[in-house]
């Protein structure tokens, strides 16, 4: 097989959560170009946020593509263009207005902007097992198209149906590139889908064991080495052994 393109989360994969993109993640990023492979970044962060660390990181080229609001987003930043995820859109409006409705933890979380998801920060994470027990009690009760995904540091109301697949396939028919064509990097259940359909899957070492355990699954590569240190682990190994 012939990798085409290399898929890459954020938070969790590049970087610590909330942190610059590591040294050694740029490192990989560059040993992949050089194999000519084309790269793009899938993450739950509004795609415009994204786009800023990547121009701070020094890795926008003039072809990057990104996978915003977990698939739901895709921006192509040079065109100032937007796909969007839009299938239960109103459901996401209808969980926002009666969440806040409901006033709980007023001043205890920020929500991040973003147009096909609803997403909040917690000033405490230890808050995020409640928030997640509201969001679903209230989809459940207005029978609403949506799920929940719990980060370390956040939260996700997302509409049925989305996932980074959904983002990845926008991207393989922008570029001409299957899904098996691509290497795809991940930690989290926002990456499983992610994980699951590319032809090569990978795990960093602080990936959540239910991602490892399918990575392991499907054959891929799972690093020793946690965030950065494990991207680059990865590279060198998929280099040596995958790449043609």
Not at 135 to 144: M, N, S, T
Request: charged share 25%; hydrophobic share 40%; with cysteine.
């Amino acid at each position: 097989m012939t990798y085409k393109l290399g898929v890459f989360d954020i938070d969790g994969v590049l970087n610590p959560a909330g942190e610059p993109v590591q040294k050694e993640s740029m490192k990989a990023v560059e040993k992949l170009e050089k194999q000519h492979l084309k790269i793009s970044f899938a993450s739950g962060r509004n795609p415009w946020y994204i786009t800023g660390g990547l121009v701070f990181s020094g890795l926008l080229r003039e072809d990057t593509v990104v996978i915003g609001e977990a698939g739901g987003h895709v921006f192509f930043p040079r065109q100032k263009r937007s796909v969007l995820y839009t299938t239960y859109l109103h459901d996401i409006e209808k969980l926002r207005e009666l969440f806040y409705d409901k006033k709980v933890f007023a001043d205890e979380f920020w929500e991040e902007p973003k147009k096909a998801l609803f997403s909040l920060l917690p000033r405490k994470w230890e808050i995020i097992p409640q928030l997640k027990e509201v969001f679903q009690k209230i989809i459940q009760e207005e029978g609403l198209n949506l799920y929940v995904i719990a980060h370390v540091n956040a939260i996700d109301a997302m509409q049925n149906g989305l996932s980074k697949r959904v983002g990845l396939e926008v991207l393989g028919n922008h570029f001409d590139i299957t899904l098996r064509e691509m290497i795809a990097f991940g930690d989290g259940m926002n990456d499983l889908e992610m994980l699951s359909c590319v032809g090569y899957p990978v795990a960093v070492g602080n990936a959540e064991e239910r991602i490892k355990e399918i990575v392991e699954e499907r054959g891929g590569y799972i690093s020793k080495r946690t965030y950065g240190k494990g991207v680059l682990e990865a590279v060198n190994y998929l280099i040596e052994n995958i790449l043609e």
